[in-house]
């Protein structure tokens, strides 16, 4: 797939089929990712790949929205000038290079450290205290095919003003 069907094709899938997802697709997913835009090519993250069990449970149990996934993989981010920006940036680049290897993904909103599970998570992860978790993409094969309506363009375009 590509370009544009791709960006176009991309839903978020809440349900997952209950197949393990394999470590070359992950691991492909986050050498795509890498190739996110970062402001001044800072490139601060660092990349949790999640697919033990007993860990899964845990951050179900701590994200607390009644998802099941089989793997996930936590975005985090140094703390430097444009963190957010580069966080979400590379979060999308793992949804889109998830979606052309035939998985699904659902980003979970986590940024900030004042979300109740974000420390919770840093804990369970091993992730240094200095870190900003951004957000934890929950990646499996899709069981569901959403078809959410979209606004139409002339519902969101301006031209020259509002």
Request: with cysteine.
């Amino acid at each position: 797939m590509k370009g544009i069907k791709l960006l176009k094709s991309r839903r978020a899938i809440r349900e997952f089929k209950e197949k393990e997802v394999e470590k070359d697709k992950l691991e492909k997913i986050v050498e795509t990712a890498r190739y996110a835009p970062t402001a001044n090519n800072v490139q601060p993250w660092q990349f949790v790949v999640v697919t033990e069990d007993d860990k899964i449970e845990k951050l179900e149990e701590y994200i607390d929205q009644d998802k099941e996934f089989p793997a996930c993989i936590a975005v985090f981010s140094e703390d430097v000038n444009h963190h957010l920006e580069d966080g979400s940036n590379v979060s999308t680049y793992i949804m889109l290079a998830a979606n052309e290897l035939g998985l699904g993904t659902c980003w979970i909103g986590s940024y900030t450290e004042g979300k109740p599970h974000a420390s919770k998570v840093k804990e369970l992860l091993g992730v240094p205290e200095e870190y900003k978790l951004i957000s934890i993409i929950t990646v499996g094969y899709p069981d569901e095919n959403p078809q959410p309506d979209k606004k139409e363009l002339d519902e969101v375009i301006h031209w020259e003003t509002f």
